[in-house]
């Protein structure tokens, strides 16, 4: 197993936990993985793929709260960063 296995998944970056994601199926893909070693490196993509997908959803919401009146000015918005 890779060094990154060590990192816990919801510290990482979104552009960090894809880039992982995308390594870990190429990995699968090419089955020159011993069995146990798959089915960690699956178990590590499942919590990935979770991470990418609460990260989407934040940004979307982020995204949501911007709306825009008639002459195309940005209204009703918030700070984006509410961290």
Same mark, same amino acid.
């Given at each position: 197993?890779?060094?990154?296995?060590?990192?816990?998944?919801?510290?990482?970056?979104?552009?960090?936990?894809? @880039?992982?994601l &995308?390594?870990?199926?190429? =990995?699968? %893909? /090419?089955?020159?993985?011993?069995? *146990?070693?798959s +089915?960690?490196?699956? @178990?590590?993509? &499942?919590?990935?793929?979770? =991470?990418? %997908? /609460?990260?989407?959803?934040?940004? *979307?919401?982020? +995204?949501?709260?911007?709306?825009?009146?008639?002459?195309?000015?940005?209204?009703?918005? /918030?700070?984006?960063?509410?961290?």
């Amino acid at each position: 197993m890779t060094e990154n296995t060590q990192v816990d998944v919801k510290k990482l970056s979104f552009e960090r936990a894809i @880039e992982e994601l &995308e390594s870990i199926v190429k =990995r699968l %893909e /090419e089955g020159k993985v011993p069995l *146990e070693e798959s +089915v960690a490196i699956y @178990e590590r993509g &499942e919590a990935l793929k979770r =991470r990418c %997908e /609460e990260l989407l959803r934040q940004a *979307e919401a982020r +995204v949501d709260k911007i709306t825009t009146d008639a002459n195309g000015q940005p209204t009703g918005t /918030e700070p984006l960063d509410v961290q």
